[in-house]
């Protein structure tokens, strides 16, 4: 074996470019899973309700205090290539179900500690793979048989199920002691969109100042107010059914010499030209208050001719409208964003029930309401420091997603480490069924899963072996929903406690995490090509 590897290493100098870094086989292995067990160290006293939060500041001197997994981890800036992959599997949980970020990079993590002595020992990574991939298989069938549905028939006993879905997101972000105030918020506002229920259609707006329970939902679009002219407090600000016209044209005067370049020789051709200028644009004014809308808006600036001429005829405008607000404006009030005003029909203009300009805060903002083509709301969200608006905000997107996923999947199970436990003993009378190795790496699985209820217990302070070994006691006798009950420093039935969590959250978890682990563990070498610049050191003088 020595003999092999010093062949390819002698092969791989005269292949590969000198400077190349090289190394392989079992310590390669091993140093992946140290790697990547740093990364889980980072993460790990975020997890449940007690969990703590993470101040990072980047390279720009941006400061972000979070919990959230996928957020901490994507702020890390890692560098190793293999611990890059408990970055990756965090965003795809992130982006899939919206929580369990920190869940799914915990399992990852401790399915790779337990895989380790084996790996050290001599036993092929193949089977430890082969092995890992029969009990997730294993797990998520017994999670399917596990999860309770909720009838859809009644919309009470539906919203009482998302809600509470919502408040066990929430339990373990900063805003934890409002769950029950933006829980209620958050349902409404999912319940706000059609049957495709498309995120981009909630849009969430931040307002620093107030108190976090002066946030608000607004059943429709609204966005700050723009940069505006002289004339625009003339203007009306509340409207009933208004026709709304939605531009990508600048409607003001630019100086001569910006666009054009030409040679007169009298002052009565320069007036031509400025007459000319002056005669496009009341043109283009008068054919959009002949169209009858009330509203206009445009990506464009507004100048100041143009808002004194909407305000003597009592039609309100706003310019500089970002393109993601006037988008959701034309999806949800009807419409087309027009580049030309020539030509303008009915069925290019939006409607809604009402429009009007209210203050929050110190800012302004537009609303459109009763928005007829496409349901949408808004989330105004209020609080002291921008920091703590910044994590409300993800934390509600957390929790959005989690409402999102639990209507189209009417399947829960319950949280607070309960359904990990109930896996951990199925995993375990599975395991003895099986003979070979596979029996004490299907075991070593099974002890992994427990690391969920471990950590929840050491991130609140509690005698974890003491919690753990009345957990397995409980669920030995049948009594399969108990977990962590946080507030008794007991353990409880989470089901009874509504402590609910969709059951695709965990699938997603148990999957995700087991590939990212197969990925670490069959990779058995590196190459690292040196950097373009490389150059190999030089002989000292006089060699």
Same mark, same amino acid.
Request: overall charge neutral; hydrophobic content about 35%; proline content about 3%.
């Given at each position: 074996k020595q003999w092999y590897q010093r062949r390819v290493a002698i092969t791989a100098g005269i292949l590969l470019k000198e400077g190349t870094?090289?190394?392989?086989?079992?310590?390669?292995?091993?140093?992946? =899973?140290?790697?990547?067990?740093?990364?889980?160290?980072? =993460?790990?006293?975020?997890?449940?309700?007690?969990?703590?939060?993470?101040?990072i500041v980047d390279s720009k001197d941006k400061v972000t205090i979070s919990n959230d997994g996928a957020t901490i981890l994507s702020l890390l800036d890692i560098v190793h290539p293999?611990?890059?992959?408990? #970055?990756?599997?965090?965003?795809?949980?992130?982006?899939? #179900?919206?929580?369990?970020?920190?869940?799914?990079?915990?399992?990852?993590?401790?399915?790779?500690?337990?895989?380790k002595p084996y =790996?050290?020992?001599? =036993?092929?990574?193949?089977?430890?793979?082969?092995?890992?991939?029969?009990a997730t298989a294993h797990a998520i069938k017994m999670i399917k048989e596990l999860e309770v549905k909720v009838k859809k028939d009644d919309p009470e006993e539906q919203r009482q199920l998302l809600k509470k879905c919502a408040a066990t997101s929430m339990c373990s972000k900063l805003i934890a002691y409002n769950k029950d105030f933006f829980s209620d918020?958050?349902?409404?506002? #999912?319940?706000?969109?059609?049957?495709?229920?498309?995120?981009?259609?909630?849009?969430?707006?931040?307002?620093?100042?107030?108190?976090?329970?002066?946030?608000?939902?607004?059943?429709? +679009? $609204?966005?700050?107010?723009?940069?505006?002219?002289?004339?625009?407090?003339?203007q009306p600000k509340t409207y009933d059914k208004p026709g709304i016209l939605c531009l990508n044209i600048e409607l003001e005067l630019k100086s001569e010499r910006d666009n054009a370049e030409c040679r007169i020789d009298n002052v009565e051709e320069y007036q031509k030209i400025v007459d000319a200028e002056w005669s496009i644009l009341y043109d283009k004014l008068d054919k959009m208050v002949q169209s009858g809308a009330k509203i206009i808006l445009s990506k464009l600036p507004i100048g100041d001719v143009a808002t004194q001429y909407f305000a003597d005829r009592d039609v309100f405008?706003?310019?500089?409208?970002?393109?993601?607000?006037?988008?959701?404006?034309?999806?949800?009030?009807?419409?087309?964003?027009?580049?030309?005003?020539?030509?303008?029909?009915p069925c290019d203009m939006g409607q809604?029930?009402?429009?009007?300009? +209210?203050?929050?805060?110190?800012?302004?903002?537009?609303?459109?309401?009763?928005?007829?083509?496409?349901?949408?709301?808004?989330?105004?969200?209020?609080?002291?420091?921008?920091?703590?608006?910044?994590?409300?905000?993800?934390?509600?997107?957390?929790a959005i997603m989690i409402v999102r996923r639990a209507l189209k999947n009417d399947a829960v199970v319950a949280g607070g480490g309960a359904i990990e436990m109930e896996l951990s003993k199925e995993l375990r009378n599975y395991a003895k069924t099986i003979h070979g190795k596979e029996q004490i790496l299907i075991t070593a699985y099974a002890k992994a899963l427990e690391v969920i209820p471990?950590?929840?217990?050491?991130?609140?302070?509690?005698?974890?072996?003491?919690?753990?070994?009345?957990?397995?006691?409980?669920? $030995?006798?049948?009594?399969?929903?108990?977990?962590?009950?946080?507030?008794?420093?007991?353990?409880?039935?989470n089901f009874e406690a509504c402590v609910w969590e969709p059951s695709i959250v965990k699938r997603n978890a148990l999957t995700a995490a087991c590939e $990212?682990?197969?990925?670490?563990?069959?990779?058995?070498?590196?190459?690292?090509?040196?950097?373009?610049?490389?150059?190999?050191?030089?002989?000292?003088?006089?060699?």
């Open positions: 870094d090289t190394s392989q086989g079992k310590a390669q292995i091993v140093s992946n =899973i140290n790697a990547c067990q740093m990364v889980v160290e980072a =993460i790990r006293t975020t997890l449940g309700p007690r969990g703590m939060d993470k101040l293999a611990a890059k992959t408990l #970055v990756d599997i965090a965003r795809s949980q992130d982006a899939e #179900v919206g929580d369990g970020t920190t869940t799914v990079t915990l399992l990852a993590g401790e399915f790779m500690k337990q895989a =790996i050290e020992d001599g =036993i092929n990574s193949q089977v430890i793979m082969r092995s890992f991939r029969k918020m958050v349902v409404d506002a #999912v319940m706000c969109l059609d049957h495709l229920l498309p995120l981009n259609m909630i849009g969430i707006k931040k307002v620093t100042g107030g108190s976090i329970t002066d946030s608000q939902l607004v059943k429709g +679009v $609204a966005f700050k107010k723009t940069f505006s002219y002289a004339g625009f407090e003339m405008c706003a310019g500089r409208v970002t393109q993601e607000d006037l988008n959701r404006t034309v999806k949800a009030c009807g419409g087309t964003i027009l580049t030309t005003v020539n030509d303008i029909k809604c029930d009402n429009f009007e300009e +209210v203050q929050i805060g110190n800012e302004r903002f537009n609303m459109f309401k009763g928005c007829p083509k496409a349901k949408t709301c808004t989330l105004i969200l209020r609080g002291g420091a921008e920091q703590f608006i910044d994590e409300t905000e993800r934390s509600l997107h957390d471990r950590q929840l217990c050491d991130n609140a302070g509690f005698d974890a072996t003491t919690i753990l070994n009345k957990l397995r006691q409980k669920h $030995a006798q049948g009594q399969k929903w108990m977990g962590m009950d946080i507030s008794s420093e007991d353990i409880a039935d $990212a682990c197969c990925t670490i563990l069959s990779i058995d070498e590196t190459i690292k090509n040196p950097n373009s610049n490389y150059k190999p050191p030089k002989p000292m003088p006089g060699m």
